[in-house]
């Protein structure tokens, strides 16, 4: 069975500055999507960023971006010039191979960014 | 578009009552999912249906659990009775599985206490 694994429970980061959250996933597939959702306190869960596995090419949204590391099963999000707003609950999230015509959806257990003032 | 739509947004109810969760996909969506997330367990698949029909109900903790999608545009999940280990966020999400990369569209959650 897939499994995404978060290690940072909380980080902080001043504003204006740069953020790596890690995420490591486990999977024998080869073909499937990871995703990093946002989820501030309204508790909504925003979609950051995608990327397509078969893609060699990292991801990038404006200020966030990734980097996907497909041997080492790693998909790190990268936050630039961090704003405030950027404080809350980020998911990693794993999308498996298709199934019965859809697909299943795991996430890791989150990383909490607090942005420093 | 109006999202994914939950109700209620918060459920305040007693040990042994029956819960039950309310949930309208996006139109056009035919893949719907269950998420319960808390603290110490945090985003735990329950279960997901595909064109109506259910997938996957392995999440589903236990009998009390059940949850039905009589149609394309909407679904529940009904917990009974009802213990306090229940209280959590309850989401719903839904996605359009042709497209390749669609990523889960997420209601607000229903916050659900049980005292």
């Known amino acids: 069975a897939q499994t995404v694994t978060q290690s940072q429970p909380e980080m902080s980061v001043q504003e204006a500055e740069t953020v790596t959250l890690s995420c490591t996933y486990d999977?024998?597939?080869?073909?499937?999507?990871l995703f990093w959702y946002k989820q501030p306190p309204s508790r909504q869960m925003i979609l950051v960023i995608r990327?397509?596995?078969?893609?060699?090419q990292n991801a990038t949204e404006n200020r966030f971006s990734v980097n996907f590391q497909k041997a080492a099963k790693s998909f790190s999000l990268k936050i630039s010039d961090s704003q405030l707003g950027d404080a809350a609950m980020y998911f990693c999230?794993?999308?498996?191979?298709?199934?019965?015509?859809?697909?299943?959806?795991?996430f890791g257990t989150g990383t909490r960014l607090k942005v420093l003032a | 578009d109006a999202g994914v739509i939950q109700s209620p947004r918060h459920e305040v109810t007693e040990m042994g009552q029956e819960v039950t969760l309310r949930c309208k996909p996006i139109?056009?969506?035919?893949?719907l999912f269950w998420y319960r997330q808390t603290m110490m367990r945090g985003l735990e698949l329950l279960i997901y249906?595909?064109?109506?029909?259910?997938?996957?109900d392995s999440g589903m903790p236990e009998d009390r659990f059940s949850a039905k999608m009589p149609n394309a545009s909407f679904s529940t999940l009904k917990i009974q009775p009802s213990e306090p280990r229940d209280s959590a966020v309850y989401f719903c999400?839904?996605?359009?599985?042709?497209?390749?990369?669609?990523?889960?569209?997420f209601g607000n959650g229903t916050r659900l206490t049980v005292t």
């Open positions: 999400a839904s996605s359009f599985s042709p497209v390749r990369g669609s990523p889960l569209h």
């Open positions: 999977t024998s597939e080869s073909d499937y999507y």
């Open positions: 990327q397509e596995a078969y893609k060699q």
């Open positions: 999230a794993y999308r498996t191979s298709p199934t019965s015509g859809t697909y299943k959806y795991i």
């Open positions: 139109s056009g969506h035919n893949s």
């Open positions: 249906f595909n064109n109506n029909v259910p997938i996957d």
